[in-house]
């Protein structure tokens, strides 16, 4: 595990229980960034799951592994934090669903079997991963061949030139080609940290390309709704930079 990830465990191991309560997690249908921005109903990426075998990379507390669940889909679900994982399997208990979960690293994936996975997905979680090519790898090795990979991220034009407006204290470069990492604090009284990696959309096509997976859909999202604590500022970059980049992927070969 690198030095990063381990960070980032210890951070969502500290964070994970006040960002449960504080956030409305639904587990009625799967948002790819929680209530304000399009969500799986609105644009229909994975289709009927009732029997599908699915696997949640970065899965946090589980809610979308939960919701395709709910919709007959057999689930797993894996993320570095130990107490995001609790809070997950409580969470399905409760809801009356049985999900398989699993601490683990996305870069290195261990135990589950290779091309035995009908769709995969992961959100606003690759922002906390260094070696994309190696979660891609992953990805590719688990799917089964025209399996389907749904992912959503933090819009690289929102992170370069909306952090101008949003964020300027931040130190990082303001360009869009800035590809590097992030490390940050989700309340500056924190005694702990978040390490994230900012990327031009190109890395992500390329990096996908080079493992045998190609973007058949991307949508740059917007906020749907505003009825939120974000300052008018704010609202007002979001409503001017998409927020969101959100991409359906096919395992078209075998590599």
């Known amino acids: 595990m690198s030095h990063s990830n381990w960070g980032n465990k210890e951070a969502w191991n500290s964070h994970a229980e006040r960002y449960f309560d504080e956030k409305e997690l639904r587990v009625d249908k799967v948002d790819y960034c929680g209530l304000y921005y399009p969500n799986e109903d609105d644009l229909q990426l994975m289709g009927d799951v009732n029997g599908l075998k699915v696997l949640e990379i970065g899965a946090g507390s589980c809610n979308c592994g939960i919701a ?4 007959g889909a057999d689930v797993t679900c894996i993320d570095i934090s130990e107490e995001q994982i609790k809070l997950g399997s409580k969470a399905a208990e409760k809801n009356g669903v049985k999900i398989k979960t699993m601490v683990m690293d996305m870069e290195e994936i ?145 590599l």
């Open 68 to 71: 395709l669940a709910l919709k």
């Open 110 to 254: 261990k135990g589950l079997e290779k091309s035995s996975f009908d769709l995969i997905i992961s959100v606003c979680a690759l922002m906390y991963i260094q070696n994309l090519h190696k979660v891609f790898k992953e990805v590719s090795d688990l799917l089964k061949r025209n399996g389907i990979f749904v992912f959503s991220v933090d819009h690289p034009m929102l992170q370069a030139l909306g952090a101008k407006e949003l964020w300027p204290e931040e130190k990082e470069s303001w360009s869009y080609n800035y590809s590097g990492r992030v490390d940050w604090k989700w309340f500056k009284e924190d005694t702990f940290q978040f390490t994230t990696y900012r990327r031009p959309i190109m890395e992500y096509v390329n990096a996908l390309a080079q493992n045998g997976l190609y973007i058949d859909y991307m949508q740059e999202a917007y906020p749907v709704m505003c009825d939120c604590n974000w300052s008018d500022a704010e609202i007002l970059s979001r409503n001017r930079f998409p927020s969101i980049l959100i991409c359906r992927v096919l395992k078209l070969t075998e």
